[in-house]
């Protein structure tokens, strides 16, 4: 017989909470990842917003002679378009001549020295199409700005001789201005923003990585003990449960530490005013939303960090652990790409489902909160069914690790790991 929480299983704990929290490694991840999180957040917005080069030449040719002075009109007027970062040459051509002087300025968009070449075809008057040529079509810093330019050229061209004042075609031209309102329990609105998705961006990428991580971590020890031989000393004073028990509770001490110190900024940004971000970037999370998250976490790494001491004990190498160890990977990972599928539509189907079911819903759930509004009853129903599944995996984990640990030279096959778990 063997009491899982007896001194030996509580000298172990110690002994690998401070193997793992007194590392160089450890404070260093922890103090910096955030750091490093933030940084590239700053750096993708960076990315986003940079347009490139200055003095980016573009040229619109249409068809029709009358749209130029329209053309030159709105460039000139544009307010948005950066004059020392874009200059746009206008001119009239019919569609042949247009065909030879794309082949004539072929060589110049390649070099890079025209950076695109916009062509308005004569059509019907309600007609809108246009063409682009450029070395790199997708480049949006240029096509969005310049579509805008020529659509407001083109509306005057439709209301030109017709009893329309200047102040609607500014009217006609402008787009829609969208504001987004969150409707909940309360009786106040909150505005919608940027802020709840990088905020799910951040807790997914959080949890994958964690999950990733500290999973490998455990896998990784537990092989090197079976190599070094040391864990054939360590049972000869503890059972094999007991050093499982201790290693996966020290490590999930160690990981929730981690998690805990991790979500102190957003704690600090959410629920005090010391730090104050741009509108369209703050967001709201709760004390309930960050218990949760935590002891969802908990959970999730006891969980995974059993699936990845077993695989550890089966196998005798690092390659072969990495190898066996891959559909854990793909339990982690395959939830972390349903959560990018919640930034166009919160509520699909999909998220909703994969939020409620083992494994998937560690992460999902975490995420999907911090977009909408969640019923009470999905979240305790996850909660349970994260519960059910850490029972379930530990009823045949145990008995792997007890078997395996022990087991060297010749690679199991899955019939006998089965046995063992079933045994």
Same mark, same amino acid.
Request: some cysteine; glycine content about 6%.
């Given at each position: 017989?063997?009491?899982?929480?007896?001194?030996?299983?509580?000298?172990?704990?110690?002994?690998?909470?401070?193997?793992?929290?007194?590392?160089?490694?450890?404070?260093?991840?922890?103090?910096?990842?955030?750091?490093?999180?933030?940084?590239?957040?700053?750096?993708?917005?960076?990315?986003?917003?940079? *347009?490139?080069?200055? =003095?980016?030449?573009?040229?619109?040719?249409?068809? !029709?002679?009358?749209?130029?002075?329209?053309?030159?009109?709105?460039?000139?007027? =544009? /307010?948005?378009? !950066?004059?020392?970062?874009? $200059?746009?040459? %206008?001119?009239?051509? !019919?569609?042949?001549?247009?065909?030879?002087?794309?082949?004539?300025?072929?060589?110049?968009?390649?070099?890079?020295?025209?950076?695109?070449?916009?062509?308005?075809?004569?059509?019907? $008057?309600? /007609?809108?199409?246009?063409?682009?040529?450029?070395?790199?079509?997708?480049?949006?810093?240029?096509?969005?700005?310049?579509?805008?330019?020529?659509?407001?050229?083109?509306?005057?061209?439709?209301?030109?001789?017709?009893?329309?004042?200047?102040?609607?075609?500014?009217?006609?031209?402008?787009?829609?201005?969208?504001?987004?309102? $969150?409707?909940?329990?309360?009786?106040?609105?909150?505005? =919608?923003?940027?802020?709840?998705?990088?905020? @799910?961006?951040?807790?997914?990428?959080?949890?994958?990585?964690?999950?990733?991580?500290?999973?490998?971590?455990?896998?990784?020890?537990? %092989?090197?003990?079976?190599?070094?031989?040391?864990? *054939?000393?360590?049972?000869?004073?503890?059972?094999?449960?007991?050093?499982?028990?201790?290693?996966?509770?020290?490590?999930?001490?160690?990981?929730?530490?981690?998690?805990?110190?991790?979500?102190?900024?957003?704690?600090?940004?959410?629920?005090?005013?010391?730090?104050?971000?741009? *509108?369209?970037?703050?967001?709201?999370?709760?004390?309930?939303?960050?218990?949760?998250?935590?002891?969802?976490?908990?959970?999730?790494?006891?969980?995974?960090?059993?699936?990845? @001491?077993?695989?550890?004990?089966?196998? /005798?190498?690092?390659?072969?652990?990495?190898?066996?160890?891959? #559909?854990?990977?793909?339990?982690?990972?395959? #939830?972390?790409?349903?959560?990018?599928?919640?930034?166009? !539509? #919160?509520?699909?189907?999909?998220?909703?489902?994969?939020?409620?079911?083992?494994?998937?819903?560690?992460?999902?759930?975490?995420?999907?909160?911090?977009?909408? /509004?969640? #019923?009470?009853?999905? %979240?305790?129903?996850?909660?349970?069914?994260?519960?059910?599944?850490?029972?379930?995996?530990?009823?045949?984990?145990?008995?792997?690790?007890? %078997?395996?640990?022990?087991?060297?030279?010749?690679?199991?096959?899955?019939?006998?790991?089965?046995?063992?778990?079933?045994?």
């Amino acid at each position: 017989m063997f009491n899982l929480f007896s001194f030996r299983t509580m000298a172990i704990i110690k002994r690998e909470l401070k193997a793992q929290v007194m590392t160089k490694m450890f404070i260093f991840t922890t103090i910096f990842i955030p750091m490093i999180m933030f940084g590239l957040i700053g750096l993708q917005t960076y990315m986003m917003s940079y *347009e490139g080069k200055k =003095d980016t030449l573009v040229e619109i040719v249409a068809q !029709n002679e009358a749209f130029v002075p329209l053309l030159k009109k709105a460039y000139e007027t =544009d /307010d948005e378009i !950066n004059r020392n970062r874009f $200059k746009v040459n %206008v001119s009239s051509k !019919n569609s042949d001549d247009f065909k030879n002087y794309l082949q004539s300025q072929k060589k110049s968009i390649l070099s890079g020295q025209l950076n695109g070449l916009f062509f308005i075809p004569e059509g019907d $008057k309600f /007609d809108k199409k246009i063409e682009y040529y450029s070395k790199n079509p997708k480049n949006n810093s240029i096509t969005l700005k310049i579509r805008k330019l020529i659509n407001g050229a083109l509306v005057e061209a439709h209301f030109s001789g017709t009893p329309v004042s200047e102040q609607d075609i500014q009217f006609a031209r402008k787009g829609t201005e969208l504001a987004n309102f $969150k409707v909940t329990e309360k009786d106040e609105l909150e505005k =919608d923003n940027y802020g709840a998705y990088i905020l @799910a961006g951040i807790l997914a990428f959080l949890l994958y990585m964690s999950l990733i991580m500290i999973g490998m971590q455990m896998l990784r020890a537990v %092989v090197e003990e079976k190599e070094n031989r040391v864990v *054939e000393v360590l049972l000869s004073s503890v059972h094999a449960t007991e050093l499982m028990t201790a290693k996966i509770i020290a490590t999930t001490c160690a990981g929730l530490l981690q998690i805990m110190i991790w979500m102190l900024p957003f704690l600090v940004v959410s629920l005090t005013s010391i730090l104050v971000l741009p *509108e369209k970037f703050q967001f709201t999370i709760t004390l309930f939303q960050i218990i949760y998250f935590v002891i969802n976490y908990g959970i999730g790494l006891i969980t995974f960090l059993g699936l990845y @001491a077993a695989v550890g004990a089966i196998f /005798d190498n690092m390659t072969e652990a990495q190898q066996g160890a891959m #559909p854990i990977m793909f339990l982690i990972l395959v #939830p972390f790409y349903i959560c990018f599928s919640m930034m166009n !539509n #919160p509520t699909n189907t999909i998220a909703e489902v994969s939020s409620m079911v083992p494994f998937a819903s560690i992460i999902v759930m975490p995420v999907r909160m911090a977009i909408v /509004d969640v #019923p009470l009853w999905q %979240v305790a129903f996850a909660s349970l069914i994260n519960l059910g599944t850490l029972a379930f995996i530990f009823s045949f984990v145990g008995k792997i690790y007890r %078997v395996g640990i022990l087991k060297t030279g010749k690679r199991p096959q899955w019939k006998e790991i089965y046995r063992w778990a079933r045994d």
